[in-house]
């Protein structure tokens, strides 16, 4: 059983995200906790010149209401939801260094020829992670 788990969703991938959170509450301590956290991956500045102000902080918004949507109230208790901004295993790493998490949970697809040469997210996420990785295909 785990204490702190962090919980790495992608929100394009809505069933992948709800499985790994059944599992996680099942993994967790009685009194442990669990944070979903989703990643907003920086819009380059040539680009990000070119859409509305406003544009980052409502996709921030929108992802938090979808993180907390996935939340059952019921079983509530201990679970949180956060919304970081940058490069996604970086910013899972750091969620998990920033509460002392012993497991971090993952969605991984199955790699194309892309992935062998720059490396997916879960890939960079197990080979940096200070604790446990779960990865669920």
Do not use: W
């Amino acid at each position: 059983m785990y204490a702190r788990i962090i919980v790495a969703v992608d929100l394009e991938h809505a069933a992948q995200a709800q499985a790994l959170l059944r599992r996680a509450m099942q993994l967790v301590n009685t009194n442990g906790e669990i944070r979903l956290i989703h990643v907003l991956e920086e819009v380059p500045g040539y680009i990000a010149a070119e859409l509305p102000r406003d544009l980052a902080e409502r996709r921030r918004a929108e992802a938090a209401v979808e993180l907390r949507a996935m939340i059952d109230p019921a079983k509530a208790a201990g679970i949180t939801h956060e919304v970081r901004r940058g490069a996604a295993s970086g910013q899972i790493i750091q969620a998990a260094e920033d509460c002392g998490a012993d497991l971090i949970m993952i969605a991984s697809h199955r790699p194309g020829l892309r992935d062998y040469f720059i490396g997916s997210t879960a890939a960079r996420v197990i080979r940096h992670a200070t604790c446990s990785v779960l990865v669920e295909r």
